[in-house]
């Protein structure tokens, strides 16, 4: 039989007992400490996932958004060319024919009213194959909007391009006599 240990704690079995405590203790903080990590491991995971998805999400867009600026530029510039095209024009049918049939025939501000072109053209009707994606409306109508110039005197031009999706562009000038 075992000696009951001292009164100061100093026994034989004091001691082992005191180890085996201790032991016991340092695997419940190691096994404590292991599953803390693992959750701290998870949620950094999940807070990284997080970030990037949003930084992706963002590069994205971009991404989508970056060649808007150069189509609205070139529906600027299709709309620009209708709009010189036309206002090169006399405002008075020079030959009295009204609604010429090909393009290349128009010789009057009038005679552009009611055009419609899928896909950018030039000024003889031929198609611009690069710019085939944008439509082109034109409308004139006479216009009492300049002071001091009577209507029967002034036309307004109204060039429309638009290019699927999100770009539609209209660009207005006036024609006088």
Same mark, same amino acid.
Request: hydrophobic residues 50%; without cysteine; negative net charge.
């Given at each position: 039989?075992?000696?009951?240990?001292? *009164?100061? &704690?100093? @026994?034989?079995? =004091?001691?082992?007992?005191?180890? +085996?405590? @201790?032991?016991?203790?340092?695997?419940? =903080?190691?096994?404590?400490?292991?599953? =803390?990590?693992?959750?701290?491991?998870? !949620?950094?995971?999940?807070?990284? *996932?997080?970030?990037?998805?949003? !930084?992706?999400?963002?590069?994205?867009?971009?991404?989508?958004?970056?060649?808007?600026?150069?189509?609205?530029?070139?529906?600027?510039?299709?709309?620009?060319? /209708?709009?010189?095209? !036309?206002?090169?024009?006399?405002?008075?049918?020079?030959? &009295?024919?009204?609604?010429?049939?090909?393009?290349?025939?128009?010789?009057?501000?009038?005679? /552009?009213?009611?055009?419609?072109?899928? @896909?950018?053209?030039?000024?003889?009707?031929? +198609? !611009?194959? #690069?710019?085939?994606? /944008?439509?082109?409306?034109?409308?004139?109508?006479?216009?009492?909007?300049?002071?001091?110039?009577?209507?029967?005197?002034? #036309?307004?031009?109204d060039v429309r391009v638009t290019f699927s999706p999100g770009v539609d562009f209209t660009i207005s000038?006036?024609?006088?006599?």
């Open positions: 039989m075992a000696a009951p240990p001292a *009164a100061d &704690g100093s @026994g034989p079995d =004091a001691s082992s007992e005191a180890v +085996a405590f @201790g032991a016991g203790r340092r695997r419940l =903080a190691a096994r404590h400490q292991r599953g =803390a990590t693992l959750i701290e491991l998870v !949620i950094s995971i999940v807070v990284v *996932a997080v970030a990037v998805s949003a !930084i992706l999400g963002l590069l994205a867009r971009n991404a989508a958004t970056s060649a808007d600026a150069m189509v609205l530029a070139q529906a600027v510039s299709v709309a620009e060319a /209708y709009i010189e095209e !036309i206002t090169l024009k006399p405002l008075v049918d020079p030959d &009295g024919v009204n609604g010429e049939g090909a393009r290349s025939a128009y010789d009057d501000v009038n005679d /552009y009213n009611g055009l419609v072109d899928v @896909g950018a053209r030039d000024q003889f009707g031929s +198609a !611009i194959p #690069a710019l085939a994606g /944008y439509t082109v409306a034109v409308g004139v109508s006479a216009s009492s909007a300049l002071p001091g110039v009577p209507g029967s005197a002034a #036309a307004r031009v000038s006036y024609k006088t006599l």
